[in-house]
């Protein structure tokens, strides 16, 4: 079992940087491929990055270039630095974790989540 929670969501204007952090608390933290979604108001949650043991990238076609996943396993933490954001990233980001396979696309596929941090953006 594994324990989520995000930080460092806020209000921005377009253009601006966030950059997102969440923290797990778990033993085995490295064991665990690890996924970002976003829920926009009035829209399903959606895949947004992911990143594996050992490291693989994965990133929602909207946000490559943009936005970058890393993950610092000797602290538990988990990142998303996201520049150039535009109104349209505006949501909800939670991170999410599975122990077994490669990171997925799919919400369902990650039975563990955090409580998610708003992120506005301003045009």
């Known amino acids: 079992q594994v324990q989520l929670v995000e930080s460092g969501g806020g209000l921005v204007q377009g253009g601006d940087s966030l950059r997102l952090s969440c923290a797990a608390s778990?033993?085995?933290?490295?064991?665990?491929?690890l996924g970002w979604f976003r829920r926009a108001p009035g829209k399903e949650r959606e895949f947004v990055a992911a990143?594996?043991?050992?490291?693989?990238?994965d990133y929602v076609d909207s946000v490559k270039g943009r936005f970058t996943v890393s993950r610092d396993n000797a602290n538990n933490m988990l990142y998303l630095q996201m520049n150039s954001l535009k109104p349209e990233d505006t949501a909800v980001y939670y991170c999410?974790?599975?122990?077994?396979?490669?990171?997925?696309?799919?919400?369902?596929?990650?039975?563990?989540w955090g409580q998610g941090t708003q992120v506005t953006v301003s045009s």
């Open positions: 999410a974790a599975k122990l077994f396979g490669l990171p997925t696309t799919l919400p369902a596929d990650y039975p563990y």
């Open positions: 990143i594996s043991r050992p490291t693989k990238l």
């Open positions: 778990t033993r085995t933290f490295s064991s665990y491929s």
